[in-house]
């Protein structure tokens, strides 16, 4: 799933990979739970056949999701992009990480994009979908790190350091669904702002109206990605480096749809893209971050 895979794991390399301590690993393979064999003492893994039982379903075959070919959450460019270049069958619904869980407990969808910060433990999305999704035999995959900062008109930047500057002027609003929302409201009050000193605009519902709305002078700043503002040549202070993933039904993920995307976004075409974007990296596209 993550370019070339290593032939073998070690006990702390396959602890590492199912977040579980050492011992747990050595349990598993005494139980016979996991694929392993034995070369010198050591007890070794193999990565292709680990990865196969990670995503193998609970019960049942794999593959045959009953769920429409849907792709749920919030709205990441390169993202969208790639399921219109692979053809692979796929639809957006994006409307922000709330409301792609919501639809994808519901079974609207095969997978939703999500960047959700939990700010006690500054992690992205594992908490999120431990707490809202833990019902779903569904598995957490790692599609990008991406720059998040301010936006503002190339005059402007500036004018501002941090959230600290956004009292008193006009912000660009995102649904209160969506993961930039969230992650506005945390970093205002860890600066002692209320929202009530930010001249909101009725909320924005992507990435690219966020950032339209500045250029055309509807706001004075967003928090928006690089990569969007990148384009329409506006001024970008980064301030948050984020994880966007992406939560996929274990079933789905063998199915044609989601298998023709993967191997698109495997291909040096998406590296190549994202590269062009900017504000992104995807060295660990497809790696496993969260196992039901």
């Known amino acids: 799933m993550t370019g070339r895979a290593r032939e073998y794991l070690t006990v702390h390399e396959l602890a590492d990979l199912l977040r579980v301590k050492e011992r747990k690993v050595y349990d598993l393979a005494a139980s016979g739970k996991v694929p392993c064999s034995r070369a010198t003492g050591k007890l070794l893994f193999p990565e292709a056949e680990i990865r196969a039982w990670m995503m193998s379903p609970r019960t049942g075959p794999a593959g045959r999701s009953d769920r429409p070919n849907v792709i749920l959450g ?45 700010a006690g433990a500054n992690t992205w999305n594992e908490a999120f979908v431990d707490g809202e999704c833990s019902g779903q035999d569904a598995v957490l995959l790692s599609w990008a790190t991406r720059r998040r900062g301010l936006v503002t008109r190339p005059g402007d930047g500036g004018r501002y350091k941090g959230v600290g500057d956004l009292a008193g002027r006009k912000v660009v609003a995102r649904q209160s669904e969506s993961g930039t929302d969230i992650l506005l409201r945390h970093l205002l009050a860890r600066e002692g702002i209320a929202t009530d000193d930010v001249q909101f ?20 700043v967003t928090l928006g990605l690089e990569s969007v503002a990148k384009p329409f040549g506006l001024a970008f202070v980064p ?27 495997q291909s040096p075409v998406l590296a190549k893209r994202a590269e062009a974007l900017g504000g992104y990296d995807v060295s660990g596209l497809g790696g496993v971050r969260w196992n039901a």
């Open 239 to 265: 301030l948050v480096l984020e994880r966007f993933d992406i939560l996929v039904d274990r079933g789905a993920y063998f199915d044609e749809p989601f298998q023709a995307l993967l191997a698109f976004c």
């Open 74 to 118: 919030s709205h990441d460019p390169l993202l969208e992009w790639a399921v219109r270049q692979s053809r692979c069958g796929l639809a957006l619904l994006l409307d922000g990480s709330r409301d792609g869980a919501a639809r994808f407990n519901a079974g609207e969808g095969i997978a939703a994009g999500l960047h959700v910060l939990d």
């Open 201 to 220: 605009t009725d909320p924005v519902r992507s990435e690219q109206d966020a950032v339209l709305a500045v250029a055309e002078g509807l706001a004075e």
